[in-house]
């Protein structure tokens, strides 16, 4: 079982950024899909943005043009980078991943805490 471990959440302003981060404990880049979900609370889990093993990404509308999902394979890290943040923003965010035949399970990161002021 692949451990992830996220970092890089914490407070900010309404309109600022932060970049998420999440490394895996062995290198499974080229046979999973890696990515984030998010929760706020009383509400469920939301996918948030994907990248593929072909490094293929797609994203959620509701953070498309804010968000970008990327990779360093070297490092075994996803990043989550994400600008003009807004106050609906706030939630837990998730590393997931999981094995990129469908129907695989997804294993996931304890995940961390952002919180948007307005």
């Known amino acids: 079982q692949v451990q992830l471990v996220e970092s890089g959440g914490g407070l900010v302003q309404a309109g600022g950024s932060l970049r998420l981060s999440c490394t895996a404990s062995?290198?499974?880049?080229?046979?999973?899909?890696m990515g984030w979900y998010r929760q706020a609370p009383g509400k469920e889990r939301e996918l948030v943005a994907r990248?593929?093993?072909?490094?293929?990404?797609n994203y959620a509308d509701f953070v498309k043009d804010r968000a970008t999902i990327s990779r360093d394979i070297a490092k075994m890290t996803v990043y989550l980078q994400m600008n003009s943040l807004k106050p609906e923003d706030t939630a837990v965010y998730y590393c997931?991943?999981?094995?990129?035949?469908?129907?695989?399970?997804?294993?996931w990161g304890r995940g961390t805490q952002v919180t948007v002021s307005s």
């Open positions: 062995r290198n499974i880049f080229s046979f999973n899909i």
């Open positions: 990248i593929f093993t072909n490094a293929t990404t």
């Open positions: 997931f991943t999981r094995f990129q035949m469908p129907g695989s399970p997804p294993s």
